[in-house]
């Protein structure tokens, strides 16, 4: 009975037809979910709050658009307590769902939370064995959702799709902003008023509620209140953490982005065992609130190179930081960020005193990306840096604050445009 009153209130469309909410579309998760949707399982991960739930509503406000008839998508939300989550409960949640609709065929089903129900790899499995007329989408919070031996279950059969905060271009759309084919042309002329949003994105950073929040209390509330929902329900319900500790350690990385990270001097820090520093970053990792970037090069200097930090996302680094505002170190977190969202393969670069802050392979080409946001770099140095790049087969981009061409581009161009764009763009 319960379980029917929890179905009847999340899937609004079964009773209202022009069912719409306010948000910022997110089309390219929304297309590339639709592109794959009925051929493999589609998993939308990534840290929480950056918007994973509202984009399954965007699936489902497209499938309504293209006339699916409303009592075949049915979303399930295992965070609601009505539900039960045993093993094999998602039967049970179905029997009524073709109870309540007729509907038990050709279907589409929408799990968010998913990670709650016991055992769901397994059973997601089966599943989609037996009913290979049912179309899946699953959400939930970034760390039970890769893990290896529940992803291998079901390797081959999903598609992964990570769910990032919002893109300064979303960011930009929220504030009724629309941006064209050439942002330079938009924006180059005269770039005040971009410098401007830039300088807001970088401040309180691009989690959806918080970019949307218009009091600046209520935006540095809810950043509080992520970090603490991530190191709680993210990492100390799963792994056996001392939280302060972990807290501590969040923070200093926090501040710290751009450096590299020290495990020694940690540990001596938080008075922990190396050992236990490593696990406490890889649980930080897993949530998706910080990125370790291994230095470029090949087999040793890998394993023995330190990392390098940067942080899902500036408000939150502002928010939690002791020190004051470092616009440059900011600067090199969104570069970052944007790199990361075309590859996997980011690293930086450094020897013989020589550093580049970024080696990006994005489609088997290398980007050498060097941030530089305030200080005037003498040409000499940076020519230094661009032989490097040549040596190693890429290009350098300089990412300034307002500079372009000469190898140079804004870093809000840079933000707002793709790799083949940057050459162009750095070249003019
Ligand atoms: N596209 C959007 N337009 C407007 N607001 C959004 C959008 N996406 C997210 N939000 C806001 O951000 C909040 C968090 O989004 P959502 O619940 O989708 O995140 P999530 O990734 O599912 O988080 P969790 O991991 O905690 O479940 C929403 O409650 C909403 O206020
Ligand atoms: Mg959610």
């Avoid at 306010?22 to 990534?46: C, N, Q």
């Avoid at 080696?359 to 290398?366: D, F, Y």
């Amino acid at each position: 009975m319960i379980v029917r009153e929890a179905l009847l209130q999340w899937n609004i469309w079964w009773r209202e037809t022009g069912w719409r909410e306010k948000w910022i579309e997110r089309e390219k998760y929304v297309d590339e979910s639709m592109r794959f949707l009925g051929k493999k399982i589609i998993v939308l991960y990534g840290v929480r709050r950056a918007g994973k739930t509202f984009i399954m509503f965007q699936i489902i406000r497209k499938l309504l658009e293209r006339k699916v008839d409303p009592k075949k998508i049915v979303y399930i939300n295992l965070d609601d307590e009505r539900y039960p989550r045993e093993k094999g409960a998602l039967d049970n949640i179905l029997d009524t769902y073709y109870e309540l609709t007729g509907v038990d065929r050709n279907f589409y089903v929408f799990i968010d939370e998913i990670q709650r129900l016991a055992e769901w790899g397994g059973y997601l499995r089966r599943f989609t064995d037996l009913r290979k007329d049912v179309k899946v989408v699953i959400s939930g919070s970034s760390t039970g959702l890769l893990e290896p031996e529940i992803a291998s279950r079901l390797s081959g059969r999903r598609i992964d799709i990570q769910v990032w905060p919002f893109s300064f271009r979303e960011f930009l759309k929220a504030r009724n902003i629309v941006v064209s084919d050439d942002p330079f042309l938009q924006f180059g002329g005269e770039q005040g008023v971009i410098q401007h949003y830039l300088n807001e994105y970088m401040q309180y950073g691009s989690f959806p509620e918080v970019v949307l929040e218009d009091s600046v209390i209520g935006k540095l509330r809810y950043l509080h209140s992520y970090l603490s929902d991530i190191l709680h329900r993210d990492i100390a319900e799963r792994h056996n953490v001392n939280v302060r500790k972990l807290r501590d350690l969040a923070k200093f990385i926090l501040e710290n982005i751009g450096n590299q990270v020290r495990p020694s001097k940690l540990a001596s820090y938080l008075d922990l065992s190396k050992p236990t520093i490593y696990d406490y970053l890889s649980y930080l990792e897993e949530a998706f609130l910080i990125f370790l970037v291994e230095p470029f090069g090949y087999g040793k200097e890998k394993i023995i190179g330190l990392k390098k930090i940067y942080s899902i996302d500036t408000g939150l680094r502002n928010a939690l930081s002791k020190t004051s505002r470092d616009i440059g170190r900011q600067a090199e977190n969104l570069i970052f960020l944007h790199l990361r969202k075309f590859t996997d393969e980011v690293y930086y670069y450094r020897k013989n005193n020589i550093e580049i802050d970024f080696l990006a392979n994005i489609n088997k080409k290398l980007y050498a990306i060097e941030s530089k946001w305030e200080i005037e770099e003498k040409e000499e140095k940076i020519n230094k840096i661009r032989n490097i790049a040549k040596k190693l087969g890429a290009k350098l981009i300089v990412v300034t604050k307002n500079r372009i061409g000469n190898g140079k581009i804004p870093l809000w161009l840079f933000l707002l445009t793709k790799p083949k764009d940057w050459v162009r763009y750095a070249k003019a």
